[in-house]
């Protein structure tokens, strides 16, 4: 069974009682928004909110109402700062970089007892989920998840669980990120190939009026690297041709075999040009 009590925002200001599994009463377990409202929940208020249910609506939501009956933010100025120093729970949980490292967590004393209570429900009741909701230091919210795992440790869900140690979670991460960027970096290449040969291409078809003139390739080549003075291409265009050969180490040819033009590399062009 997975017990969730979230907020169920305005006008009602409450909180939605969530189930999965048979009905129980939630018995304490906590979770709530953010700085909107106090982050507790007291037990009696759930159990009073569970018990004047209609039974004859199973699927209606359980609304229970918030401890103060307002969000932070709508108090006085005055109380705001006083109530939200009172009722967060500010906690940071740091877990392990590799085995044998500690986990540390650090709490204040209001996330310490939603914890304890989160716990309690746990061992106490057949519940095995338990939310509670906690802030970081810097305002953020987020939410500890804790599971009731009933079985040895040499069953199937310790075995086949996923360890926690953030090096490995990294290295993983790192190592697909280097996969993604290498696979980028390829289509970066195909993609100024590609631009290599359309950019012969239009200026064959401007100048020259031919598809790809015979020799063409010889003749820009010339004209962005030798300076032969070839009016018929513009400063730009000779610079981003450059730009694209030093980047990619290619220059276009015809290729008869291809049936079009391909992108060699630089010192194999210059072997079949001298050889030409």
């Known amino acids: 069974?997975?017990?969730t009590i979230r907020d169920d925002g305005p006008p009602e200001r409450g909180y939605v009682l969530e189930t999965e599994g048979a009905p129980s009463l939630p018995d304490g377990v906590y979770t709530a928004p953010d700085w909107r409202t106090p982050l507790g929940l007291c037990e009696s208020a759930a159990a009073e909110a569970w018990a004047s249910r209609d039974p004859a609506r199973p699927d209606e939501p359980v609304r229970i109402p918030s401890p103060v009956g307002t969000w932070v933010n709508e108090l006085p100025e005055a109380e705001r700062a006083a109530t939200i120093r009172r009722e967060t729970r500010m906690a940071h949980v740091h877990g392990q970089h590799r085995e044998h490292d500690p986990v540390i967590l650090q709490a204040n004393p209001?996330?310490?007892?939603?914890i304890a209570e989160a716990v309690r429900v746990l061992r106490h009741t057949d519940t095995r989920h338990a939310n509670v909701d906690l802030t970081t230091s810097d305002g953020e919210g987020y939410r500890l998840e804790i599971e009731r795992v009933d079985a040895d440790?040499?069953?199937p869900s310790w075995n086949d669980a996923d360890l926690p140690y953030l090096d490995r979670t990294?290295?993983?991460a790192l190592a697909q990120q280097r996969e993604e960027i290498h696979a980028l970096r390829g289509e970066l290449h195909a993609y100024r190939q590609r631009e290599l040969i359309d950019t012969?291409?239009?200026i064959s078809e401007d100048v020259w009026a031919a598809g790809w003139l015979i020799g063409i390739d010889a003749l820009v080549w010339d004209s962005v690297f030798q300076d032969t003075g070839n009016q018929e291409i513009d400063d730009a265009t000779r610079q981003r041709l450059k730009e694209l050969a030093d980047n990619t180490g290619c220059w276009p040819i015809w290729d008869d075999d291809q049936g079009g033009p391909v992108c060699i590399a630089i010192p194999e062009w210059k072997r079949r040009r001298g050889r030409a």
């Open 110 to 114: 209001q996330a310490l007892a939603a």
């Open 200 to 202: 012969l291409r239009a």
């Open 170 to 172: 990294i290295d993983a």
């Open 153 to 155: 440790f040499d069953e």
């Open 1 to 3: 069974m997975k017990l």
